[in-house]
């Protein structure tokens, strides 16, 4: 299937900074990982599940590649004005498997229990965090929860690192703030060496990356 246009910033999105830590995620970062991953990556008959849609900054760069995306956020209202399947919430007890990829952007300062949560419903995972989320920390209260447990008896099968992205939307097209952080994708479930595989994305991948995104916002009647 031909690679379909998707929105550079959904119409009448807004990204403010609530309680839930809610960014917009640009474009690239995903394309990004969809190259790295090469055959690896999601196939158009593969289930999908993007947790943490938001205003599908994520989930509209994997539709336009014929890839089937179900969407959920925790927000009802982000539930309602962007159609998402159904309101995902990561602290309800987990579905027993049933998808072939989980996709998301997940609010940092929950990340570490939604990514137990994904590797609970899917075979394989990619969330993009920042890279600060890779070290081996206990939980003050709970540390058999921590990363450092979550690393020790499921480690990724691959990081991306990717350079700084602009967590937001277009300056002057929304209420808000922005954020830019140092991310990686960290991937769960892909074929590795016995270890994890480590790839860094160069910037002038970016901008061939924000290149064509501008190409086919062209072609769009």
């Known amino acids: 299937m031909a690679d379909q246009p998707f929105e550079l910033a959904p119409a009448g999105a807004e990204c403010e900074v609530k309680d839930l830590d809610q960014f917009w995620t640009p474009p ?9 991953l090469g055959e690896l990556g999601p196939k158009p008959t593969d289930t999908i599940l993007e947790p943490c849609a938001g205003a599908n900054g994520i989930t509209s760069v994997l539709r336009s590649k014929g890839l089937l995306v179900n969407t959920g956020d925790i927000d009802p209202e982000m539930v309602e004005r962007y159609g998402h399947h159904y309101t995902w919430d990561y602290a309800s007890p987990p579905k027993s498997g049933g998808w072939d990829w989980g996709i998301t952007n997940p609010p940092f300062n929950q990340g570490t229990a939604i990514v137990r949560r994904l590797l609970a419903e899917c075979t394989r995972v990619a969330v993009l965090l920042r890279c600060t989320w890779g070290e081996p920390c206990l939980e003050e209260r709970e540390p058999w929860e921590g990363r450092a447990s979550l690393f020790d008896l499921d480690p990724p099968s691959r990081m991306i690192w990717i350079p700084r992205p602009t967590f937001g939307l277009p300056s002057g097209s929304f209420k808000g703030s922005t954020d830019s952080a140092t991310c990686c994708w960290f991937i769960w479930g892909t074929p590795s060496n016995g270890g994890t595989e480590t790839f860094w994305v160069h910037p002038r991948d970016v901008w061939r990356h ?11 009647p």
């Open 28 to 36: 690239w970062p995903t394309l990004a990982l969809l190259e790295n």
């Open 210 to 220: 924000v290149g064509q995104l501008a190409l086919d916002l062209m072609e769009v």
